[in-house]
Nanobody, 119 residues
Framework: QVQLEESGGGLVQPGGSLRLSCAAS????????MGWYRQVPGKQRELVAT???????NYADSVKGRFTASRDNAENTGYLQMDSLKPEDTAVYFC?????????????WGQGTQVTVSS
């Protein structure tokens, strides 16, 4: 089992920054990939960014150049640095990890953290 603890959300003015964290704990062999998703009421959850082992990243077009995903493999923690935030970035942000447990690769979700961009 993998437990994910998210933190870092909050209220920020347009143009501001926030950094989200996602710490994984539990019994697993490795974290293969960490992803960040967001969801607003009435809409589907959308992929924001992913970072795989080796640091390979992928971003949604809407956040390219503004958001940066990173990870600390020793601490099993992922980060999403969000700069130049816009009101349309307001959402609940979820982290998702792909963990290897024995021969299995399983996905787990964090509890979500609210990000509100408003003046």
């Amino acid at each position: 089992q993998v437990q994910l603890e998210e933190s870092g959300g909050g209220l920020v003015q347009p143009g501001g920054s926030l950094r989200l964290s996602c710490a994984a704990s539990g019994r697993f062999n490795s974290i293969n990939a960490m992803g960040w998703y967001r969801q607003v009421p009435g809409k589907q959850r959308e992929l924001v960014a992913t970072i795989r082992t080796g640091g390979i990243t992928n971003y949604a077009d809407s956040v390219k150049g503004r958001f940066t995903a990173s990870r600390d493999n020793a601490e099993n923690t992922g980060y999403l640095q969000m700069d130049s935030l816009k009101p349309e970035d307001t959402a609940v942000y979820f982290c998702n990890v792909e963990a290897r447990i024995g021969v299995l690769e399983l996905r787990y979700w964090g509890q979500g953290t609210q990000v509100t961009v408003s003046s």
